[in-house]
């Protein structure tokens, strides 16, 4: 069933359904729709930009693992993903960035998870600010150099 089918199926107000009706919210709308309709929305503004999404500019890149990557990897990523396993604070082993390579090698995750709009990554209140989330977003796609 379509987004708009399903939303124009669950947006139908009952019609004069009582507020005391069990399942109904005083707006006459039944309250699995009023929820069904909600995570539909939810759903859709949910969506994650991918590194497909972001090609590397045209003209290119003047960022460069030295230049930028690896400041940023340190900065924001290291303490958990470069860290000993018993030292990982819950981030998955193998998942680690301590090299150019390795971040090549996990670089359209690391763009879904901290590049551009996406902001799962790294949890906590020390996130880098959203300039620093476009710098990374065009470095990676233009192949982390």
Known sequence: ??????????????????????GSTRGGWPRGALIVCLAAIALGACKETTIEDRPCPPEGTTLTYESFGKGFMDAHCQSCHGAPTKDRKGAPSGYDFATVEDVRRWRSRIFSRAAADNTTMPPGPDDPPEAERERLAEWLACGAP
Do not use: D
Request: hydrophobic letters at 55%; glycine letters at 4%; charged letters at 25%.
């Open 1 to 22: 069933m379509g987004r708009t089918r399903l939303l124009a199926l669950v947006a139908r107000p009952v019609e004069a359904a009582p507020s005391r009706v069990v």
